[in-house]
């Protein structure tokens, strides 16, 4: 059990003082009046413009009750709260004005929840208007246990509603005792200098089955990105895998259901490493190369179990991908070098003869919290497409994907001579920033800026500012402006090939490709926008096309802060989770999405940061000499967990994060 799910099985009447409830009740008249306010604020508003929201469906898949809830997290694998809350909606079609009376049932398989048997715990009929946080309080759950729920309720007309469909949530492992791995990555070369980044390793190992598993359970807790293979597939859909923490602090592990991938006979595992933010200058990081951690937990029939656990046996080779750039803050998070001579087909199959791999070595980070990732994974959320293909004055080619975004690019290139090398630089804007106007430099006792020539002020400049070859805090690095030094690098193998962004991630619409004989078609280049995968939960539109675009640009802009289950002040050049940038946006992410398991995620790295004086550092996490702040934004670790009360009404948010 982790310290915070000790914490927040005690009664929140058990952990504070007395004098919280002098505070309680003044905070419960805040409440009220911000409450108040807003909805007067609301009334107002909506009476100057039309507000078109979509009618009431019929509940998802016709249910009247839906959207089952396990800690804020719909369906989740892996979890480490022992009792979660159990949360659910009821759809407005039913007729029901609220809710009088509930009755949930928890059961340790599928077959006896479709018999209404609720073997783990049945609540009964629980007279009670609450439809969110209800705690489970049926048998204890082990490590690895799957459970399966559904629920009915009973509405103010006296009716019933049918049952929901089923939802399920698994257990984690819950005690250090339960990992048997090791931890285990690539050794240095020898030769390489200590403190240069090492290549994105490719590890396997293959092992036999007496028959096809009747349950299976990946646990992968790296340090640095992974990707995870069996039997040449890849597993599950998340990308840049798993959200960021402090290593010094704190690792995460994510649970993957993997039965379906095993086959009775010859099986293999593999993982696809990548550094991510296990850099070398970041606390707790000891090696030049990602490690990792991971086991697979099978079931057979007839109850035999096996176990596949990461060690010395594994067999490990360099991939195609390394690293470029520090991967630190100010301007320097690079991306990736894809030696295409280097790939190899098939590396991650059954097939692969791999005797001439070198075995794993075995490492020993420092001992910290290893939990439960408990936000939702990123995800590939919209696929975009090129809109224009332009020379580019200073040389190369600029793809235009159209609009702003954070994530990966896909590009196809042709065959080019063997060694060439193809260089890509990404930057979110053409156009150079325009000066401080007038008024304002005045207003900070600065003498007023003359604007610059018209030419430079076009959006299609061909000459970027003179600044661009200044070197500095992550400004312009090459002629091509507000790049950050964002770039990947593509050698050819002398074939045809198509690159994508694996182990890092950009935030641009314009990519200058540099190195090719050609000019790339509008074809060639597909982009892929990336953030935690939370779900939209409202909308807002008007009978004012302004106002609907102004939504529509805030909205976009959250999502493309909110990659690796945090929020960011940019995805370019800083990546920190500033609590002061953060603190302007908590409305936005809650009244338009399910930000509740990613706000959650993100305050364990908050109380990770603490000193133990009590002082807060103004990022979360928090990296050496990186990030500058102000008292708001450490306090967010106090209007966080006031307005996830407010807005989900969530008590232990309050418990968990209380000094």
Known sequence: MTREASAASRPLSNRLPERVGLARSLLMIEEEMHMSNLIRQITVFLASVLVVAPAAPAGRDGKLVHTLRCEHLVNPSGIDVENPRLSWVIDPASGIRFQTAYRVLVASSLEALRKDRGDLWDSGRVSSAESTWIPYAGKKLSSGQRVYWKVQVWGDNGKTTPWSDPATWSMGLLAPSDWHAKWIGQ?????????????????????????????????????GYYELYINGKKVDDHVLSPAVSDYSKRNLYVAHEVADYLVPGKNVVALWLGRGWYVRGHPGVIH???????????????????????????????????????????????????????????????????????????????????????????????????????????????????????????????????????????????????????YFTARLGGAAQAQPPA????????????????????????????????????????????????????????????????????????????????????????????????????????EALTLGGYVVDCPTRERLGYGGDASTSFETGMLNFATGGLYSRWLANWRDAQDPSGSLPHTAPNYPNQGGGGPMWGGMVVTLPWHMYLYYGDRRVLETNYP
């Open 455 to 558: 030419a430079s002020r076009a959006p299609q400049a061909a000459k970027p500012p003179a600044a661009a070859a200044k070197p500095g805090r992550g400004g312009y690095q090459t002629d091509f402006p507000f790049t950050f030094n964002q770039r990947d690098e593509i050698v050819s193998n002398g074939e045809p090939l198509t690159f994508c962004s694996r182990f890092n991630y950009h935030g641009f619409r314009y990519v200058r490709v540099l190195g090719g004989d050609s000019q790339p078609s509008i074809g060639d280049a597909t982009g892929y926008f990336i953030r935690t995968a939370y779900e939209r939960v409202g909308e807002f539109a008007s009978s004012d096309e302004l106002l609907n675009q102004i939504y529509q640009m805030v909205t976009r802009t959250y």
């Open 288 to 438: 030049d190369g990602p490690l990792v951690r991971a086991q697979l937990n099978i079931s057979l029939p007839e109850g035999k179990a096996v176990e596949i656990v990461t060690d010395e046996t594994w067999k490990l080779r360099r991939s195609p991908l390394s690293p470029i750039g520090r991967g630190t803050a100010f301007g320097d998070y690079g991306g990736e070098r894809y030696e295409a001579a280097l790939d190899l087909p098939g590396w991650n199959t059954v097939g692969l003869d791999d005797s001439s791999w070198e075995q794993a070595a075995v490492f020993n980070p420092p001992q910290v919290i290893t939990a439960a990732q408990m936000v939702e994974p990123n995800r590939i959320v919209e696929t975009l497409k090129a809109v224009r293909v332009e020379a580019y004055p200073q040389g190369g080619w600029v793809i235009d994907m159209g609009k702003n975004f954070v994530g990966w690019l896909k590009l196809r290139l042709p065959a080019l001579p063997k060694g060439t090398t193809v260089r890509l630089e990404y930057s979110d804007q053409m156009e150079p920033d325009k000066p401080v106007p007038d």
């Open 187 to 223: 050794r240095r070369p020898e030769g390489v200098a200590e403190g240069t980044p090492l290549p994105s390793p490719w590890l396997r190992k293959t092992f036999t089955l007496a028959a096809k598993p009747s349950r299976a359970v990946a646990y992968v807790n790296p340090l």
